[in-house]
């Protein structure tokens, strides 16, 4: 499996409602990255796991929680959004965060819509 | 922090003609430089990259050369085709300890036109 997955496709959610982002890998990785992207802009990292274990915070709001529960897994618990918050968000894997081998993979992301 | 700046924002060329595309990165720390071409509502797929102990890398109808002492990188497309319209993303790794993450470029709009 040389994919990144990620559920669900869509979601749309009130300001006061709580959700969750998943993302899954097979490919072994062990570093996992969240990205919020607005419409035509570059990709903006939020978060980088590195082996479980967190290891970027781009000083994201807090109403984001991200979460790793193994190896394979990464999830984006959602709380409080603002409607600001919309946008598409991937997820991407890379083989490690540090080695020279770190072609970043992503996944086909959610469009969030918060209203 | 690394700074990538990409050129041109939107760039439009006739079928069958050259495409180039421009980036220049700040921290000389980076070594590695991926491009990836992103579809209209879908996820950016790494299309070719480089790493800085190679100065120019080819697959196909798509070049990347890198120039260290310059700080710029450029991607070449030749004998465009209606499928490469598309967002093309320069980006450059960032290796200070701690700190490793790709920054992105802001994407340049390619349109070929039939």
């Known amino acids: 499996d040389t994919e990144v997955t990620q559920t669900p496709k869509h979601l749309v959610m009130g300001m006061t409602n709580k959700k969750s982002l998943k993302c899954e890998q097979h490919?072994?990785?062990?570093?996992m990255y969240w990205y919020k992207q607005k419409a035509k802009k570059p990709p903006e990292l939020m978060f980088v796991?590195?082996?479980?274990?967190?290891?970027i915070n781009e000083s994201v709001p807090s109403r984001f929680s991200p979460e790793c529960p193994n190896s394979s897994l990464l999830n984006l618990h959602l709380h409080a959004l603002q409607p600001e918050d919309s946008a598409l968000y991937l997820c991407?894997?890379?083989?490690?965060?540090?080695?020279?081998?770190?072609?970043?993979?992503f996944g086909p992301g959610t469009r969030l819509t918060v209203l | 922090g690394e700074n990538v700046e990409q050129h041109p924002s939107t760039l439009s060329v006739q079928e069958g003609d050259s495409a180039v595309i421009k980036c220049t990165y700040s921290?000389?720390?980076?070594?590695?430089f991926p491009w990836y071409k992103q579809e209209l509502g879908k996820r950016p797929q790494l299309i070719i990259d480089?790493?800085?102990?190679?100065g120019e890398k080819k697959d196909q109808r798509i070049a990347v050369t890198l120039n260290k002492t310059a700080k710029h990188f450029s991607l070449h497309i030749t004998e465009t085709q209606p499928e490469d319209s598309a967002v093309y993303f320069c980006?450059?790794?960032?290796?200070?300890?701690?700190?490793?993450?790709?920054?992105f470029g802001t994407g340049t709009r390619l349109t070929i036109i039939p």
């Open positions: 480089i790493r800085s102990n190679v």
């Open positions: 980006a450059a790794f960032d290796f200070n300890f701690g700190n490793e993450k790709l920054t």
């Open positions: 796991y590195s082996y479980e274990k967190l290891s």
């Open positions: 490919m072994g990785h062990r570093a």
């Open positions: 921290d000389s720390a980076s070594n590695y």
């Open positions: 991407a894997s890379s083989h490690d965060q540090q080695s020279s081998y770190n072609e970043q993979f």
